[in-house]
């Protein structure tokens, strides 16, 4: 894991790169690496300006753009508590033409499903045209809300997104801006559990197989859009995230489609379910 540290409007040269130490033993996972970084990052911010500044972390295996920073830190000037960035492949590495065209397929079925969310439940914050990844490829987070929601949380893996979540629970922006975005690598050898390079493998072994992935039907992401929405309205966001944690995953019911079709967004348009 990598992290740096801000305590101002930066340009890449006045950052400082931190490295962690080996953990505990409790902490040998992805998620205590990471929050080790995030710590030794906040740790200079608090040292330096009170913890006034922001907090950046990618993977090792990633490869930012060279305007990377400058591109979070505009994101965070802009209004945003907290960035997720786009995750590309690394098109330095050797990756299988079967298995870029199956991303491609996957990344139009991300569009459409956040064409219906823009439709059914807009972000005054986060409006379209926006990606839809906050990885810990690619996040940014203001110090002093990092700080409010206790750091990264100490589990084996999926910290970064339970860092995201607990960040929105307590009020913070989280936006996706198109101008922020990392390069990943395509390897399917990793040691995280449901990790980047699980995924790849689990993507590598469909291809091999010809056989077309199945995904949640669009009009499933429609009902929690709406879903969302009405909760949200009726008890906050934080009680809303709260609730959709207890739901039951979404049926994969759809053939991943080769071309999502164009949707009707007036028809998306229509009046949110009472909350529940």
Not at 15 to 42: C, D, F, I, N, V
Not at 161 to 179: E, Q
Not at 255 to 266: F, R
Request: overall charge negative; charged content about 20%.
């Amino acid at each position: 894991m990598r992290s740096w540290s801000s305590t101002h409007a930066a340009t890449p040269s006045d950052w400082t790169s931190w490295w962690t130490p080996a953990p505990s033993p409790s902490l040998a996972h992805a998620g205590g690496a990471r929050g080790q970084a995030m710590e030794m990052g906040y740790r200079h911010v608090s040292s330096a300006a009170g913890g006034v500044g922001v907090l950046i972390s990618t993977d090792a295996d990633c490869r930012p753009p060279a305007e990377w920073i400058a591109a979070n830190l505009a994101a965070i000037s802009a209004g945003a508590d907290i960035v997720g960035g786009r995750i590309i492949l690394d098109d330095a590495e050797p990756i299988d033409p079967a298995i870029a065209r199956m991303r491609d397929r996957f990344d139009r079925y991300w569009a459409a499903v956040r064409a219906i969310e823009d439709a059914s439940d807009p972000s005054p914050h986060d409006p379209p045209p926006r990606h839809g990844d906050h990885t810990g490829a690619s996040i940014a987070i203001d110090a002093a809300l990092y700080r409010a929601i206790g750091g990264v949380p100490p589990i084996a893996s999926g910290e970064d997104r339970s860092m995201v979540i607990n960040a929105v629970a307590a009020g913070g922006r989280l936006v996706h801006p198109p101008s922020v975005w990392t390069r990943v690598s395509a390897r399917t050898e990793g040691r995280a559990a449901g990790g980047m390079a699980i995924a790849m493998a689990e993507l590598a072994e469909t291809v091999d197989r010809g056989i077309d992935p199945y995904v949640p039907a669009f009009e499933h992401w429609r009902a929690r859009a709406l879903w969302r929405r009405a909760t949200r309205t009726a008890y906050g966001v934080a009680e809303m995230l709260a609730r959709e944690a207890d739901l039951p995953p979404m049926p994969a019911d759809m053939s991943l489609p080769a071309c999502p079709p164009e949707h009707d967004v007036s028809r998306l348009r229509v009046a949110a379910p009472a909350a529940s």
